[in-house]
């Protein structure tokens, strides 16, 4: 394995414990503790640095401190509106083209939700299980690269999903609002789609409220 490569996986490694909340918002972090726990110089753990502060999930204090960066709520909003915006309309779409097969799938995504949260489990498992859903009909309408867009607002946009799985944790309330927008599919219902897809996709706001202007607030800008 290069060095190249090597510094490269750690990068990779390291920015999923960040979106996986492994790494808190505001958490400092060190070169010297990153140094150690991979065995690497300081020159190419300042490389990973810079590769993770490009992409929005490590900020610094010039000549102190590197931190794991804050959540910004207002792009959050933005990110749940434009996702909102454009996954409307993809599934639209998809309810017009969709075949046997691609409610199959849903159906099958659905049983795999149920069974992982009735028994021990990682949220981040729940978190790519809800991902493949959603992924399902932008797949199906040949738009994953407005999928593959929306995915790159992780820094903020994927943070705030993990937070509202951790520390909420009713993912029966979810399962559900999959279960009924399946129905909603099947029967062709545009407006109850549109209306759900809305709610769903702003739910997780509605459950952190709260927490944001409380415990959490330590994680926000």
């Known amino acids: 394995m290069t060095k190249k490569t090597n510094t490269e996986l750690i990068a990779k490694e390291i920015e999923e414990k960040i979106l996986n909340l492994e790494y808190k918002p505001g958490q400092i972090i060190t070169e010297c503790e990153i140094s150690n726990k991979y065995n690497i110089s300081r020159t190419p753990c300042r490389d990973i640095f810079q590769k993770l502060k490009s992409i929005g999930l490590i900020d610094s204090i010039p000549f102190k401190s590197n931190f794991i960066s804050l959540l910004d709520f207002d792009i959050i909003k933005q990110s749940i509106f434009m ?48 991902c493949e859903f959603h992924k399902i009909w ?60 809305t709610s769903h996709l702003n739910s997780g706001i509605k459950r952190l409220q709260a927490k944001i202007s409380s415990e959490l607030s330590l994680y926000f800008k």
């Open 83 to 130: 996702r909102t915006t454009l996954e409307k309309e993809v599934i639209k779409n998809f309810v017009q083209i969709a075949t046997p097969k691609d409610l199959i799938d849903l159906e099958y995504n659905l049983q795999l939700q149920n069974l992982l949260i009735k028994d021990q489990f990682n949220p981040e498992e729940f978190y790519k299980l809800d």
């Open 138 to 197: 932008f797949n199906t309408t040949n738009n994953l690269f407005i999928w593959e867009q929306i995915d790159k607002a992780q820094a903020q946009y994927k943070r705030f999903r993990m937070l509202d799985i951790v520390e909420v944790q009713n993912f029966e309330a979810i399962v559900e609002d999959h279960k009924l927008l399946i129905s909603f599919i099947k029967n062709k219902d545009l407006v109850n789609i549109e209306n759900h897809i």
